[in-house]
């Protein structure tokens, strides 16, 4: 069975400043690994994917991903947040890709300005 | 592209009623899926189909729980007597296998939010 451990429940950052949200999976098989956001009162919107290929992957909005498999982590970094950043982000994992995924408990991301 | 819907947004319900909450998928996507979401958590699976065809159920859905996705295109869950426990955030979201950027993405509705007294 896959699992994700989101190590940290809150993460307050000063405006501009940089952030890593953390990520670690356990499976004992190949997986596809998932961010998604939930901006206040809205429903989740993926932020990007790795499915294969490059390990960095990017979304539109600056933030990028890194999976290590060595590791077994996959965590969200951006180099410069901003206000609209605030928000509740989801690790999750799947093993088939197109099957249900198994999320973390999220991460609540608050940008002070 | 009208996005996934969910009807109603909020239902509030006594101990013991039934409710029953719409999921219309995106068209075309052939597979749904319902989650449920409590405080401070992340979503937890629940069932899902591709088409009409039920996949698999959680160990979550109890048997007061039921899903069904008639003709293959909206999804119905209902739960049977209630309880306090049942309040969640219920989530449905719908997928496509495609290739290019919608691989293997799942799209989510805005949610159904459930309040038993």
């Known amino acids: 069975a896959q699992s994700v451990t989101q190590l940290d429940s809150q993460v307050p950052v000063f405006e501009e400043a940089p952030v890593e949200l953390r990520c670690n999976y356990s499976s004992s098989v190949s997986v596809y690994l998932f961010w998604y956001v939930q901006y206040p009162n809205q429903g989740l919107q993926l932020l990007l994917k790795?499915?294969?290929?490059?390990?960095l992957v990017e979304s539109i909005n600056g933030f990028e991903a890194e999976f290590n498999k060595s590791q077994t982590s996959f965590h969200l970094r951006k180099p410069s947040v901003h206000i609209s950043d605030t928000a509740e982000y989801f690790c999750a994992v799947s093993p088939g890709g197109n099957t249900p995924l198994v999320f973390g408990k999220g991460t609540r991301l608050s940008v002070i300005a | 592209d009208t996005g996934v819907s969910q009807n109603p947004r909020h239902k509030i319900t006594k101990r013991g009623q039934n409710v029953t909450f719409r999921c219309d998928p995106i068209s075309e996507h052939n597979r749904l899926y319902w989650y449920r979401q409590t405080l401070g958590q992340g979503p937890e699976f629940l069932t899902y189909f591709q088409n009409e065809a039920q996949l698999e159920k959680s160990r979550l859905l109890s048997d007061r729980f039921s899903a069904e996705r008639p003709k293959g295109s909206f999804s119905t869950l209902e739960i049977q007597r209630t309880e306090q426990g049942d309040s969640a955030m219920y989530l449905c979201?719908?997928?496509?296998?495609?290739?290019?950027?919608?691989?293997?993405?799942?799209?989510f509705g805005p949610g159904t939010r459930l309040t038993v007294l």
């Open positions: 979201a719908s997928s496509l296998r495609a290739s290019g950027r919608a691989r293997y993405t799942q799209y």
């Open positions: 790795y499915l294969s290929g490059s390990t």
